[in-house]
Nanobody, 123 residues
Framework: VQLVESGGGLVQPGGSLRLSCAASGLTFGYYAMGWFRQAPWKERQFVAAINRSGGITYYGGSVKDRFSISRDNAKETVYLQMNNLKPEDTAVYYC?????????????????WGQGTQVTVSS
């Protein structure tokens, strides 16, 4: 199983980025997908999750109303659209796949993880 994130980079405060996570080696439609992030010296934090069909989404409190998660099961890809970025959003962003579809805000629920992509918000 591989989860490969892309789309990270350096952006100014107030800017936008769209992260992608391409999955392979698993039946994508059987998995709920999530995004987490980890800043230096901090614990991994839940960002967003989406159920198998894409009809239900969940967000961490600090990103709600600014970030949007979506998925394309035909392309086996999950996306994270990030708007109005703030310096405190700076972190490595990871996507993850969860077979159970339960407790999606908890990192240990997930079965597979990508290597992460760096997002830096700075002027």
């Amino acid at each position: 199983v591989q989860l490969v994130e892309s789309g990270g980079g350096l952006v100014q405060p107030g800017g936008s980025l769209r992260l992608s996570c391409a999955a392979s080696g698993l039946t994508f439609g059987y998995y709920a997908m999530g995004w987490f992030r980890q800043a230096p010296w901090k614990e991994r934090q839940f960002v967003a999750a989406i159920n198998r069909s894409g009809g239900i989404t969940y967000y961490g409190g600090s990103v709600k109303d600014r970030f949007s998660i979506s998925r394309d099961n035909a392309k086996e890809t999950v996306y994270l659209q990030m708007n109005n970025l703030k310096p405190e959003d700076t972190a490595v962003y990871y996507c993850a796949a969860d077979r159970s579809g339960e407790q999606l805000s908890i990192a240990v629920s997930y079965d597979y993880w990508g290597q992460g992509t760096q997002v830096t918000v700075s002027s």
